[in-house]
């Protein structure tokens, strides 16, 4: 019995330190050999300014009102994200497993933003001027949103897969890293997008508020008794 013992063990460590050579080998050519890829790219289509509805329809279309108020003015956005996933694989077909080095494009863009400002307002006054003049503001955070989310999202790629395949059963690295886009990529993503509307509600302050219905001799306070 000692003798079996003796002539067993060995044999038994050689496998199990072939094995783990192996194991160590896929990593090692995975993290060499593959390399993730990302692109996120932000743009807009400009803005067009409406001057045909009235404060009573734009209080209803606003996002950010208080019973009372009416509209002089409303700035909307509509935006498109785009994601797309492809990734390079190396199998490892000793053990029915693969990595994949994740390749990603997002796109984020505004439609053509729409810019309205109420129809009570001839063009050729100053009120028009000092409505539009505000929700120009309104247009440039908007703009200015925009790729600061995609370079958050850039980075938050890097972060995530830069350096480190993902490793799932073979034939399933693809599936897992469209799990992953579904569950943590999107909800960032969207949560990042939504953001620029507290920043919208926060600009159309009591002191803007002030500001505008004082502005051409307090035309716009006194026409329309309105709070903006």
Not at 71 to 94: C, F, K, N, Y
């Amino acid at each position: 019995m000692p003798i079996k013992i003796r002539t067993v063990l060995p044999v038994l460590l050689g496998l199990a330190t072939s094995a783990a050579a192996q194991a160590q080998s896929f990593e090692a050519r995975c993290a060499s050999e593959l390399q993730s890829r990302f692109q996120v790219t932000s743009s807009s289509a400009g803005y067009a300014v409406d001057n045909t509805v009235a404060t009573k329809v734009l209080h209803n279309r606003a996002v950010h009102n208080s019973a009372g108020d009416m509209m002089l003015g409303l700035t909307s956005a509509t935006s498109r994200v785009e994601v797309s996933i492809d990734g390079h694989v190396l199998q490892d077909p000793g053990n029915g497993r693969e990595c994949l080095a994740p390749q990603i494009s997002v796109d984020l863009r505004y439609l053509p933003l729409q810019v309205y400002v109420a129809r009570e307002f001839s063009p050729a006054g100053c009120p028009y001027r000092a409505v539009l003049d505000h929700e120009m503001e309104h247009v440039n955070l908007y703009l200015q949103h925009l790729p600061k989310v995609a370079g958050l999202v850039q980075q938050a790629l890097e972060k995530r897969y830069r350096g480190a395949p993902l490793y799932a059963a073979s034939g399933a690295g693809l599936d897992a890293l469209a799990n992953q886009i579904d569950t943590w990529l999107w909800p960032m993503i969207k949560t990042e997008m939504q953001r620029i509307e507290v920043y919208q509600k926060a600009f159309d302050s009591d002191e803007e508020s002030f500001r505008l219905s004082s502005a051409c001799q307090g035309e716009l306070g006194l026409n329309l008794r309105s709070r903006y």
